[in-house]
């Protein structure tokens, strides 16, 4: 039991870690909004690849990211075998929804998209042009954007039940005030995110 207590409690620490990190970039990239041909964005952009604290930074992202899902995968084999058979309901139950039946799953859906997201940004070729440049040519690809804008619905669910589960498993509160508060944050994050590649191949 302990084991399993402990597990959630990592699961919602490092939820949380990442929770806060997806709010620090969204506020960053929105400066792709600005009407600038993308000088402000680049100029973020440039400054953070150049910050003495970025690789630290990055690392203990990479850790608490690889923890969650760990801790993920663990709690939901836990609960597996908790309960062999299947539910012969599926209908949710009181304030239990899809979303938090599907959460090993839509976590999966978030990190091919996390692998992508990189290997199509972070770790493209720059020489040839701006960051800013480089997220306009992508998002101008209807598949591309059409996919990422999925994949953020995808996020939002996932993040709306995940920070009423690490409010619960921290003690943090419950009702219905953490109810709107996870609605308001995923809605944000997911909306803002998705609304990027959106904008990006409206304007192209």
Known sequence: MASSIGKK???????????????????????????????????????????????PVELVLLVAFLLHIHFGISVARANRRARPQAYKKTRALGRRSWASRSMVFSGLIILVFVVTHLRTFKYADHSTGTLYQLVMDTFSQPIYASGYALAMLVLGFHLWHALQSAFQTLGLGTGRRIWAASTVLAVIIAGGFGAIPLWAFLRG
């Open 9 to 55: 409690v990592g699961m919602a620490v490092t939820g949380m870690m990442v929770y806060g990190f997806l709010l620090g970039h969204l506020a960053g990239n929105f400066l792709l909004f600005r009407d600038d041909g993308g000088e402000q964005f680049n100029a973020y952009s440039k400054f953070l690849t150049e910050h003495p604290l970025l690789v």
